[in-house]
């Protein structure tokens, strides 16, 4: 029995999986889970001095099963202090039937990419198709992958504010984004000014505290909260949720980590008051959007799932193109 497994690098990840395929891959995964094709997720979540360890575990039954493990340390000091990545960490993807380790990635990739696609598959049904003003807030890699994802799924999107805590890093955004993607993006210095003009927000920061208020976004907006994947990170008013149309990724995860968890303990919603979860959309058994006035926020924390199915097309590309570096384990 072949018992090898593939070491690939971030370069080796970063050519294999490009933004449109991922979509594709987040589409499958989803729908997967609607389907009853995805085996149970687990979350852990480790303080630790200066920083914070996400445990994700799940799979998929493709052919084969596919399972992935992924640990990621959140160190938010991390590039400023030791010009390491602030989210650093591993994918290890296993044959589900055999339990045998088939690869070991980095995660930088697949989690910036992953998060960003899944984005850009909820708009595809949940924000109006006419959409032309964005608001990104966090200003960091994720802000301009979300950004990316956007523009594919959304080609009417012309004019993009960047908000950030720190203005250097929403300028930087705006100049760089505005000349890869032809479009205008400008650094906003007033939130408010910029949500009251979008159709499109989305919050992708470490934010411990909510800043997106109820007030402050208008009728037919969509909503991406990213940035929540931890019990005390909190990006939007618990009043903005139990107000709209909530969607989520995974029910019992939001609860759990994201900003369901907030609205939850605030006691302004119950699990009952969400619309439902992402795949149950994709795989048309329940409803998206469904008129243009209706504020639609999708609260994403972030599931072993994307992480699986991304890893498993790297994986499968990777063996196909003869890329990475082969280990046996048990010599």
């Keep these: 029995m072949n018992t090898d497994m593939l070491l690939l690098r971030r370069s080796d990840v970063t050519n294999l999986l490009s933004l449109p395929d991922c979509i594709d891959a987040m589409h499958e995964a989803f729908t997967m889970r609607s389907q009853g094709r995805a085996l149970a997720t687990g979350l852990m979540h480790i303080d630790a001095d200066g920083g914070e360890f996400h445990i994700k575990g799940g799979g998929l039954r493709m052919t084969p099963t596919y399972v992935g493990l992924k640990a990621n340390g959140g160190f938010f000091a ?9 989210i650093i960490g591993l994918i290890v993807l296993f044959d589900g039937h055999t339990g045998r380790p088939l690869a070991v990635m980095d995660s930088i990739t697949i989690t910036l990419m992953r998060t960003a696609a899944t984005t850009a598959l909820a708009a595809r049904y949940l924000a109006r198709p006419e959409s032309t003003v964005a608001t990104i807030c966090g200003c960091g890699n994720q802000g301009r992958a979300q950004l990316t994802a956007l523009k594919l799924v959304l080609p009417e999107l012309q004019h993009v504010f960047a908000w950030d805590t720190v203005s250097q890093a929403a300028a930087e955004l705006a100049s760089e984004m505005s000349r890869r993607l032809g479009i205008e993006v400008e650094a906003a210095a007033d939130l408010a000014a910029a949500a009251r003009r979008s159709d499109i927000i989305v919050t992708c920061t470490p934010a411990r ?39 989520v990724d995974i029910v019992d995860q939001c609860a759990h ?17 969400v619309h439902g979860e992402l795949g149950d959309i ?50």
């Design 282 to 331: 994709v795989d048309h058994k329940i409803a998206g959007r469904t008129s243009a006035e209706e504020i639609v926020v999708f609260d994403t924390t972030g599931s072993a799932i994307q992480d699986t199915a991304a890893a498993a097309m790297v994986y499968r590309k990777a063996v196909a193109q003869g890329l990475g570096t082969l280990v046996n384990l048990y010599e």
């Design 78 to 86: 991390n590039h400023k202090t030791f010009g390491l990545p602030n």
């Design 257 to 273: 980590v994201g900003e369901l968890h907030h609205a939850l303990d605030a006691k302004v919603m119950t699990i009952e008051d």
């Design 209 to 247: 505290r909510f800043f997106l208020r109820k007030e402050l976004v208008r009728p037919g907006t969509f909503i991406a909260a990213v940035g929540a994947d931890s019990p005390d990170k909190q990006e939007l008013d618990p009043g903005l949720l139990a107000s709209c149309k909530l969607v």
